[in-house]
């Protein structure tokens, strides 16, 4: 990735009339491969995705040179107040647009969220254990594997293993009092 | 457990009228501690957990001497399809009631369900990591520790791991043929 790529990737929110790119995306073999999604994908399955967002949650685009062409989920990882501290990821880049820093513009916009104004302090996450990309994206941001799941999903007739990484970072700090202006 | 104790533990399907025997065992600091559940538990909301098991799932209780003590929820593990082999267990028995049977007729029940009724191969659960008696027991059933997740959970004012466990089987053979009717 260049830094001419980097500037070229605009993260916004998705929006309703994003579902056709979602199909789009999962539609690609590896895209499709690397998530739980199925084939034949429709946008009217990602419209509802964007539509029933709720509140805390975010579902991200990621733009390179004006086509949608990644997405990210960041969802609290449960319905337990006790879990309140958990978020869980998934992020799909679509087939032709890999290795270009679109991945990891996302992962950025969603660990700021999480970090920095919900103050998550554990992001989890699964990723099938071949996806070498993947994994070294996340051990990049402060993911370790905590477990590998056996036989995690099907994926084009196999079962495949998952590993199951998280990031657990210390949470927000107070801030430091305003200083007092120099009467003096 | 004597076989007598064995014997005393009924298990059936949890019904409308079982409400406030969950609430009950969720008041209880061990049982409630072991869960995700929260402090002064209603029986309101397990009132709904019965009456919102979709087709497929189960919710099972145990009664020990005609008093329920414990249940038991098997569901499907996620929405996608490619997950479609896997189901997710937990169970809480009621501190009293506690190294008798009770979770062990439990887990008998719905792994009986699993493995020769519906077909799961992959079942796993989450337990926490100091809850020795719960991890023998589900290592007896077949279930190994495939991860520990950080913090995972909050309990009485600390963040507590949990071990991800799985029970991976080979699924159901297919019946041998009937014997043709002898007729030499």
Redesign the interface.
């Known amino acids: 990735m260049t830094a001419a790529d980097a500037s070229a990737i605009v993260v916004r929110r998705a929006e309703a009339r994003d579902a056709d790119a979602f199909a789009a995306t999962f539609a690609m073999p590896a895209a499709m491969a690397g998530t739980?999604?199925?084939p034949y994908p429709t946008a009217a399955t990602y419209a509802k995705w964007i539509d029933d967002v709720v509140p805390g949650d975010y579902l991200l685009v990621a733009e390179f040179e004006g086509r949608v062409v990644g997405n990210l989920g960041l969802h609290a990882a449960?319905k337990?107040?006790?879990?309140?501290?958990?978020a869980t990821i998934g992020i799909s880049v679509h087939d032709d647009y890999q290795h270009r820093g679109v991945g990891s513009a996302l992962l950025r916009a969603a660990l700021d969220i999480a970090d920095n104004w919900i103050g998550y302090?554990?992001v989890?996450l699964t990723v099938y254990t071949d996806n070498e990309a993947a994994i070294a994206l996340y051990r990049k941001a402060g993911f370790t594997?905590?477990?590998?799941?056996?036989?995690?999903?099907?994926?084009n007739g196999h079962?495949i293993d998952a590993h199951?990484m998280?990031r657990?970072t210390a949470g927000p700090a107070t801030a430091a009092p305003a200083t007092a202006p120099d009467n003096s």
Chains 1, 2 share one sequence.
């Open positions: 739980l999604q199925l449960g337990s107040p006790r879990r309140r501290h958990v302090t554990r989890e594997i905590e477990g590998t799941a056996r036989r995690f999903a099907l994926r079962y199951m998280a657990i």
